[in-house]
């Protein structure tokens, strides 16, 4: 009982004295080792990713701010498969997700949408499938959203048009199919953000119906 008392005391002794940072640390550790194991990684990229260590800021790839929170992911062209994982979400700083020219597959996790911070998502020339979530029109400070060169099915969000400060956007050569929305930020956007999705069609092709359910998404 008495060793019991002690070990509670020096726990609640201990516990105000753990920083913002060290609890980033681990949550955003987990997220991130999450990841390699999730992936096939014949290059060897992600061999400094040790969860033993505290502070993934010491990791290669990763980039953190001076209060060692994760910004930026930079694993482009590193030759990774696999699959995105849901704990990505969890990087509640991370401002740029780049992860381009790999070979991913499977579906984009609606917990991306969760990162609230993400300035840019830059996810072509993959092989991903399935639907653009919708929830990705919660990253309010996006600037830039480059999804072309995948697999990807299904309409292009409606609620996407609302994200207030995008850019660049990208949803070239997939299998998107509907029609292409042009209200909010989309109004900006050429044809060549959507070029070579077969079974999208230009609104300007279908006048005041560009939103019409029955155009065929099959």
């Known amino acids: 009982m008495g060793m019991y008392v002690v070990i509670l005391c020096l726990t609640t002794l201990l516990l ?4 913002p940072s060290f609890i980033y640390a681990n949550v955003e550790g987990d997220a991130l080792y ?3 194991r999730g992936v096939i990684d014949p290059g060897h990229v992600l061999q400094s990713w040790d969860p033993t260590l505290v502070d993934p800021c010491t990791w290669f790839h990763v980039t953190c701010d001076h209060l060692n929170r994760v910004t930026r992911l930079d694993l482009g062209n590193a030759k990774l498969s ?12 991370l ?10 597959e499977g579906k984009l996790p609606e917990e991306l949408g969760g990162l609230k911070s993400l300035l840019s998502l830059d996810l072509f020339h993959n092989h991903l499938t399935g639907p653009i979530p919708s929830s ?3 990253l309010h400070n996006l600037k830039f959203l480059r999804l072309n060169g995948n697999k990807l099915t299904g309409r292009i ?6 994200l207030p400060n995008l850019k660049i956007l990208n949803v070239s050569d997939n299998n998107l199919c509907g029609t292409i929305p042009t209200s909010g930020s989309f109004s900006k956007f050429t044809q060549d953000s959507f070029m070579n999705n077969p079974k999208l069609q230009g609104p300007e092709l279908i006048g005041f119906v560009q939103y019409n359910s029955e155009i065929d998404c099959n």
């Not at 105000?16 to 920083?19: K, N, V, W």
């Not at 696999?82 to 700083?93: A, F």
């Not at 969000?157 to 609302?162: A, D, G, H, S, Y």
């Open 16 to 19: 105000p004295l753990l920083s």
């Open 82 to 93: 696999g699959k995105l994982v849901p704990e990505l979400g969890k990087l509640q700083h």
């Open 157 to 162: 969000p409606r609620q996407l048009t609302k």
């Open 34 to 36: 999450a990841l390699r």
């Open 95 to 104: 401002q740029y997700l780049e992860l381009y020219s790999n070979n991913f």
């Open 136 to 138: 990705l029109s919660n």
